[in-house]
Each structure stands twice: as C-alpha cells, then as structure tokens.
C-alpha cells in the first residue's frame, strides 16, 4: 500500500495495485449529510436511543464505570503528565530515561483501554448513530477513483452492502478519509513524547518495535523477537522465553530420547524401525534443515590472495 499524498483537497492511496483518492467534502455534500445526520438523530429519538448527556448516568446505573473507574482514569493521567515532564527536563542518566519512556508506553496503553471501555456505548447513543450516519454518507460521496474521479460507490447504501461483502477499498478509503476530515495525523503514535524519545536515541525503529544496539528487535527485557514478537535464537530458530527450542508451530521441538523401562534401559518400538542396507545408506544424503524465523547475519570475509 503505498504512503499517502496531500494534494490540496486530496489524499491519494492504492489497493491491490489500482489507485484510489478521497476528496474533501463540498458544501453541497456536506449540507446533504447535516440533512442525513438530522434523520438519523430523529429516527434513533424515536426508537428510544439515549442522548449522550444521559449515557454517564446510564453507565453508572449499569455499573458499567463508577467513581473508581473515574477516579483510575484521573490516576493513569497524572502519571503520564508526571513521566513526560521528566522526560523534557532530562538531566537523568539514559537508562533511567528509557526506563520511564516505555512505562509512559504501558500507561498510555491502559489510559486507551479506559477510554474504550467508557466509549463503548456511545455509538449507540442518538448522537453517534446520527454522527456515523453523516460520516458514512460522506465517505461514500468522496472516495473516487484517482484518474477519473468518479464515485466508486453510487450511494451510502451501495458503501454499506460493499462492506457487508467484504470490500477492502471502503476500509483503507475510510481510514484516509477520517484523518483528512477530522484532521488527524497518519503518524500520531510516532509524535507521542516517549516514541518521539525513543526514535531519538535509537531504542526502536521506524515501526516503534524496540530494537537492541545491532538493531534487532527484541521485547522490553532485551530479548530477542522477530518482526510478529515470537522469541527467537542468535540464530534465527524459534524458542521460548527461557531459550528452549521451539517449532514453527510452536512445539517444543528437543531432540527426543527413547523413554527407560523401570530397569533404566530404552524402550524401542521394534515395529518402526527398519533395517537399511549398507548399500542404500551410503547413497542417502541428509538435506540442510530449513531456517526459521530471524535469517543468519551474513558474514564479511577478507580475499586471501595466495
């Protein structure tokens, strides 16, 4: 999927190879989706949908968030607004820093989780369908095909059957869409105060995946992990966190040893073994093992000349 361009109004994007672009709203069309929101509002009104200034005292009365959960929210907060002054003020050794830096990540993360959680209703409130309904509408007349600038869909309706279907261009068109209208940034993660920190001194890479002074990727402990996080060897194989080796499936994958009788001696299936001639054995040739996970370093070796 190739990187997002702005051109003027304009943000263009590519699935499957074929270009695509999302246009910023005319007046025209933006008037048509105040006249969608309005039905929408009024329709969820009338099916009994909760305004958004009822949904705090609903939630509580459903012990969906009360003054505990009120009061974490307050709490994870400070400790964010408390990490980042010490990351602008500096003067601490780096490793402290770093330290502080990933925690802000950890807060940050369950802040978000907090969020959701208080949020989830509001979709359902008479606003957030309504809101919904004028975003969709909006999509569907401003997602064009880039040469042409046609409407890839006819109407909302047509945009919500595709998506029932399946269709991915809705998807990326809505992501691209949503940033250009509510003026949200593509790299927002990349612009909070703890990654900002971290891209500075080389603690993680361009996808904030921690790396190590080789700039391999490794979890917060240091250790080594592929691009999905799955741990892994020195030498690309899979293991588990204490280095046992592991299967692409993530079997322990030890070199088994025939099971003792009570007498100490190995108990062999007779059944699967079969004899193999002298002849047939020196022909056979084992095959390299296939390499998992993380590929070798290659090696740099000087030219002798002789």
């Given at each position: ?67 505990d959960r009120e009061a ?13 002054k010490k990351l602008s ?148 194989d899979y293991v588990d ?66």
């Open positions: 999927m190739a990187e997002d361009k702005k051109v003027d109004n304009k943000r263009i994007f590519e699935v499957d190879g074929k270009k695509y672009a999302v246009i910023r709203p005319t007046s025209k069309y933006t008037e048509d989706a105040t006249m969608e929101y309005n039905r929408v509002f009024s329709k969820a009104l009338q099916n009994g949908a909760l305004l958004r200034e009822r949904l705090d005292q609903f939630m509580r009365q459903q012990k969906l968030w009360d003054d974490q929210y307050t709490d994870l907060l400070t400790q964010i607004n408390d990490r980042e003020q500096g003067g601490i050794k780096l490793s402290e820093a770093k330290d502080i830096a990933l925690e802000m990540r950890g807060v940050r993360a369950a802040l978000q989780a907090l969020i959701s959680q208080r949020n989830a209703l509001d979709v359902n409130t008479a606003q957030g369908q309504a809101e919904n309904a004028r975003f969709n509408f909006l999509l569907a007349a401003c997602l064009v095909y880039n040469e042409s600038g046609e409407r890839i869909y006819s109407s909302v309706e047509d945009y919500s059957e595709k998506q029932a279907e399946g269709d991915t261009i809705g998807v990326v068109g809505a992501e691209y869409f949503a940033n250009m209208y509510f003026g949200l940034e593509k790299d927002y993660e990349k612009k909070l105060p703890e990654n900002k920190f971290l891209q500075e001194y080389k603690f993680v890479n361009d996808e904030l995946q921690l790396i190590n002074k080789e700039g391999l990727t490794v979890d917060w402990e240091g250790k080594l992990v592929d691009e999905y996080g799955k741990y892994v060897n020195e030498e690309g966190y204490e280095g046992n080796p592991l299967s692409e499936e993530g079997l322990y994958d030890f070199e088994a040893k025939p099971f003792l009788d009570e007498e100490g001696n190995p108990i062999v299936d007779e059944s699967k073994e079969k004899p193999v001639k002298k002849e047939e054995a020196s022909d056979e040739k084992e095959e390299p093992k296939k390499r998992r996970g993380r590929p070798k370093k290659e090696q740099k070796t000087e030219a002798v000349e002789k």
